[in-house]
């Protein structure tokens, strides 16, 4: 009897949202945009829920945002992570893209998982951070952020 | 004033409760359990599964009210229905029964909660593949409900300057309640702050303590319209539906509710107003509440989104002398947890002046869904409209 890896769970992309995953294979992040009435928006979706209008444009970011909020995960959590805990999870606010966070891990400069509870690394709200690549133990390719 | 449509003679009534004991393994289905707590609500009632002809239950219990009706032998549903959003279903679940028995759609409705969330593992450890708001989550560690309060938790820490202090005191009040309560899993385990502050982390900034029980458990309630229930040879004090109302605000996300414009509100806020101006009360009314705690944050923030307080205030407000009495049973956080179910089981027995923490003279209880999904509340009355 073989013993498959723990694997993390897998993002399964749909039509909306098809081509941010597109985007993050190629190391770019990108964000909706309103053609209409120019708002930025997150999660994906068909419609823009400002002006209702639905064409909505994939705008590349630069990924550079701030802190708005932190966690670090301890015991008990899936089995894929049970040995990289401490780990920080952040939601970050991107720049130049009013409103928009997202939820990404705490990585070193080189996108390698950090195994910290972030005190080490002085995280503080409102920190900036750098946008990051990180590879998962499944192979997947993630959008991850570094102080 | 109300404006909701008001016909006395319907209003609906609870007029059975059941809880199974808690169990860390109750050793019996969902379904068995769920079966055994509504025809413990119905003997309670004096009623039998032939007086039922409505069921209501969360979307996340797995037997469908289809299953339940045919292992109860209930010959007809005229009603029937679910409500999503996890921990945020109770009251809009309660909600759906009462709705229907105002238009007259059916006279007796049952609803009950089954989980083994103790035995029957963990739901957030087997979803592998990640689906429409969960791929910008899951694969990235936010895969527990603990870890997306912990991102809202710190927000309203740094916004309010709320400590790891203030959410102790909730954990140990409410310990303190469930150590009254013989039925509560934490009946035997006391709590001190110096217990809290030294519990280990989960997700920073929130440790063990800051989270609900995993449990075991079975509750149900019966509603009636208040025209049956007065020919009823009731053998305990009815609890009368003054008003429910739900609501998700904009933009809304379950559990992971940090996307939208203002993270310093949750769904609660915009229930609140509703529910004042359907049970045409206000805070002053109410003299014991059963709040939805998952986590203990979610305390302070009720009192301040229904105006208890103000903005900010909660945990201020929690600390002080004027704070009203809360989650008697030990709530979600000492007694069990059943989604929710046992605060509105716990609210029931405040208007039957029967809890193990009870508060003298209650005339309205409120009690809640969680606050940090799409959600609920209702008051439960000792009189009738």
């Known amino acids: 009897m073989s013993t498959a890896p723990p694997l993390p769970p897998k993002p399964v992309a749909d039509r909306d949202t098809q081509p941010f995953w597109d985007a993050v294979a190629e190391h770019r992040l990108v964000v909706q945009r309103c053609d209409s009435c120019a708002a930025w928006i997150w999660q994906p979706r068909p419609i823009c829920p400002r002006c209702h209008g639905d064409a909505l444009t994939w705008t590349e970011v630069s990924g550079a945002g701030r802190v708005a909020s932190w966690t670090a995960l301890h015991p008990p959590v899936l089995a894929v992570w049970a040995d990289k805990l401490p780990f920080v999870i952040l939601l970050v606010e991107l720049d130049g893209a009013p409103g928009v966070r997202m939820i990404g891990q705490l990585v070193d400069d080189a996108g390698e998982l950090l195994r910290t509870n972030g005190d080490g690394e002085g995280i503080a709200m409102g920190a900036p951070v750098a946008l990051r690549w990180r590879v998962d133990e499944a192979g997947q390719t993630l959008p991850a952020w570094t102080l | ?385």
């Open chain 2, 1 to 385: 004033m109300s404006g909701v449509i008001r016909t006395p003679g319907r209003q609906p009534v609870v007029v059975g409760l059941h809880s199974l004991p808690y169990s860390k393994d109750i050793g019996m289905t969902e379904r068995h359990t769920g079966a055994l707590a509504i025809q413990g609500a119905l003997a309670d009632a004096g009623l039998t599964a032939e007086d039922v002809d409505g069921i209501c239950r969360y979307v996340w219990q797995p037997t469908t009210e289809m299953e339940m009706a045919r292992v109860l032998g209930v010959p007809n549903l005229r009603w029937f229905g679910a409500q999503d959003y996890g921990g945020g279903a109770g009251p809009p679940t309660v909600a759906l029964a009462c709705a229907a028995i105002e238009l007259g759609l059916a006279d007796c409705i049952v609803v009950w909660r089954s989980r083994n969330r103790s035995s029957g593992g963990r739901p957030w450890a087997g979803q592998m593949l990640a689906e429409n708001q969960d791929q910008f989550e899951r694969p990235f560690g936010i895969v527990r409900p603990v870890d997306g309060i912990a991102l809202l938790a710190r927000i309203w820490m740094q916004t309010w300057g709320w400590t790891r202090e203030d959410f102790g005191r909730v954990a140990t009040t409410v310990r303190g309640h469930a150590n009254r309560n013989p039925m509560a899993m934490m009946h035997h385990k006391t709590m001190t702050m110096d217990d809290y502050m030294a519990s280990r982390m989960i997700a920073e900034p929130l440790c063990l303590f800051d989270n609900c029980l995993e449990t075991d458990g079975a509750l149900a309630i019966v509603l009636v319209a208040a025209e049956r229930a007065r020919d009823m040879d009731l053998s305990n004090k009815p609890a009368y539906v003054s008003g429910y109302a739900l609501g998700s605000g904009p933009q809304v996300y379950a559990m992971t509710n940090y996307y939208g414009d203002d993270l310093t509100r949750s769904p609660n806020a915009f229930v609140a107003p509703e529910l004042w101006r359907n049970t045409g009360l206000k805070p002053g009314d109410i003299d014991v509440v059963q709040i939805y705690d998952a986590f203990t944050p979610q305390v302070p923030l009720f009192f301040q989104e229904f105006g208890f307080c103000g903005e900010g205030d909660g945990t201020a407000y929690v600390a002080s002398d004027e704070c009203l009495t809360y989650n008697t049973s030990g709530g979600g956080l000492s007694e069990a947890y059943v989604h929710g179910f046992n605060l509105i089981v716990e609210a029931v027995r405040q208007v039957r002046g029967v809890s193990s923490t009870q508060v003298a003279e209650v005339r309205h209880c409120l009690v809640t869904g969680g606050n940090v999904v799409p959600t609920g509340a209702m008051v439960l009355s000792k009189e009738p409209w």
